[in-house]
């Protein structure tokens, strides 16, 4: 089974590398992030492609959705939550499987400018109420793939010059605390098993020519419950994504799990 996560930066912009992707991988799921539309805009090519879509569109900004194969009897999670429902950032589904698979697929707050409190205080508070939806789903040993933009640097070599993002919110303590605060809920950060700090990254900003001297930053992950841990094959970040025509910032990262 190959679970794909991407932050696309514009599903209806970025269609034609979608459609690459899923020729080339053929994921049973996909997870996308910031795909900047409402419900009605998605493209239809997920039918064409023999998938389901379930979708939290918002107008012109953030937006998350999940492909997942028809051969696959699955529902919807619902999250009640009142600061999921101020921005379109998270959604999920259950597997009805043996493994009763559960995942949930989110696009965290970037909450900068640091200085701008409600920015930042926002971005804590949405982490810390998914940390509080994540330890319940844990606590009921469900099977549980958390993925997606996570936002945060949550190690100083995942990006070449840290010291100077420690007053970033994607750098700063209060961040990267909450992000440990979801793994010591009992979660493995899958990428750890396979690269070193520092050896790999999932986004690339478009200023400063980031990509051609290969400044970039770790902020995307799966993080998986632990009889899954064990069921890991890889992990693989498509970098090549970023190299191509009109790229997201972001590339594709999947993980194939041995079920």
Not at 4 to 9: E, L, R, T
Not at 34 to 39: A, G, H, L
Not at 143 to 163: K, Y
Request: charged share 25%.
């Amino acid at each position: 089974m190959i679970v794909c996560s991407w932050n696309i930066n514009s599903v209806r912009m970025r269609e034609s590398l979608l459609i690459e992707l899923i020729n080339s991988l053929n994921p049973d799921v996909i997870f996308l992030q910031e795909i900047k539309c409402q419900n009605n805009e998605f493209p239809q090519i997920y039918q064409k492609k023999n998938y389901n879509l379930i979708i939290k569109g918002e107008k012109g900004k953030y937006g998350v959705a999940i492909l997942v194969k028809k051969k696959f009897e699955f529902q919807e999670i619902n999250f009640d939550s009142n600061i999921f429902q101020r921005e379109a950032r998270v959604c999920g589904i259950k597997i009805k499987n043996d493994l009763n698979l559960h995942l949930v697929n989110i696009y965290a707050p970037n909450g900068n400018p640091i200085e701008s409190k409600e920015k930042f205080s926002f971005k804590i508070k949405w982490l810390s109420e998914l940390n509080r939806i994540i330890k319940k789903l844990i606590n009921s040993q469900v099977n549980l793939i958390l993925a997606g933009d996570f936002n945060v640097l949550e190690h100083h070599d995942d990006v070449q010059d840290f010291d100077n993002w420690q007053k970033d919110a994607l750098g700063h303590i209060s961040s990267r605390k909450k992000f440990r605060e979801i793994l010591f809920s009992g979660l493995t950060n899958i990428v750890r098993l396979f690269y070193k700090p520092g050896e790999i990254y999932s986004y690339w900003d478009y200023q400063k020519a980031s990509w051609e001297r290969n400044y970039g930053l770790l902020i995307d992950h799966f993080l998986v419950s632990p009889k899954l841990a064990c069921l890991i094959e890889s992990i693989f970040f498509e970098k090549e994504y970023r190299g191509k025509e009109k790229p997201s910032d972001h590339i594709p990262l999947w993980i194939k799990l041995k079920v």
